[in-house]
């Protein structure tokens, strides 16, 4: 049992920036791969940004590559999501996942534990 907590979210002004948190407790010896997903009201899980155990590699949706970097910390079982020039279609709520047996970084059934989200909100 993994439980992920995010933390981060907020209001920001268009062109601003973000750092996302998700911290994992529980069973958190395995090595898991670790990703982040958005979701908008009325709009379908999309895949933002994931990560190796190891951090050796990377995925990135292309809505979000060159903005948004993933990054963790395995000492402090977090990980991490740094939101760089922040578009109003960024607004969501923003998930962290984790998947011990994960083969495709952008399908959301890969991953096996989920956070309660943390909310992102972008004005123009």
């Known amino acids: 049992q993994v439980q992920l907590v995010e933390s981060g979210g907020g209001l920001v002004q268009a062109g601003g920036s973000l750092r996302l948190s998700c911290a994992a407790s529980?069973?958190?010896?395995?090595?898991?791969?670790m990703a982040w997903f958005r979701q908008a009201p009325g709009k379908e899980r999309e895949f933002v940004a994931a990560?190796?155990?190891?951090?050796?590699?990377?995925g990135y949706a292309d809505a979000v590559k060159g903005r948004f970097t993933i990054s963790r910390d395995n000492a402090k079982n977090t990980v991490y999501l740094q939101m760089n020039s922040l578009k109003p279609e960024d607004t969501a709520a923003y998930y962290c996942a984790a998947g011990q047996t994960v083969a495709v970084f952008a399908r959301s059934t890969e991953y096996e534990y989920w956070g309660q989200g943390t909310q992102v909100t972008v004005s123009s």
């Open positions: 990560i190796s155990w190891s951090g050796g590699r990377l």
């Open positions: 529980g069973r958190t010896g395995s090595r898991y791969a």
